[in-house]
């Protein structure tokens, strides 16, 4: 008695993905899935799982250090006011800057210990990530 396609928990599951990518469902939806949330304990548990991934996922992006900063130097230029091409002796410095920010980070990273394992933290939360990912992916092709 397999293969049963308006299995509730999978429907479940796949509004609830769909109100990640989406950041919200139809009211209707939103009442069904919280009903069966409330009834089956796998899917209240997927869900708070979920939560917790993409939780992860937003704090790891605050390790990337380096996009943020060049996005910040690049809109510094664009600002600059002087009409006569931003100087290339200007972006020079800039880019002077941001080797040496990021240079810093680094050895800090390196002398501290906790600068390190933060850093470690991340990268394992993104591999854990990409690992649930794949896992996830393999799975709905496998079921469709
Ligand atoms: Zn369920």
Redesign the pocket.
């Known amino acids: 008695m397999n293969g049963s396609v308006d299995n509730?928990?999978d429907k479940?599951?796949r509004l609830l993905e769909l109100r990640m990518d989406e950041g919200a469902l139809a009211a209707d939806e939103m009442a069904d899935v919280e009903s069966?949330?409330k009834s089956?304990k796998?899917?209240a548990q997927w869900q708070r799982q979920m939560q917790d991934i993409v939780a992860a996922a937003r704090a790891s992006a605050q390790f990337d250090v380096s996009e943020a900063l060049t996005q910040r130097i690049l809109s510094a230029v664009e600002r600059e006011p002087s009409g006569k091409a931003a100087s290339a002796a200007q972006v020079g410095s800039m880019l002077v800057l941001l080797a040496a920010g990021a240079g810093v980070f680094v050895v800090d990273s390196i002398e501290s210990l906790s600068g390190l394992g933060s850093w470690c933290v991340g990268l394992a939360v993104m591999l854990v990530i990409q690992t649930i990912v794949a896992g996830g992916q393999a799975g709905n092709q496998a079921g469709g």
Do not use: E, R, V
């Open positions: 509730p928990c479940t599951k069966h949330l089956c796998p899917c």
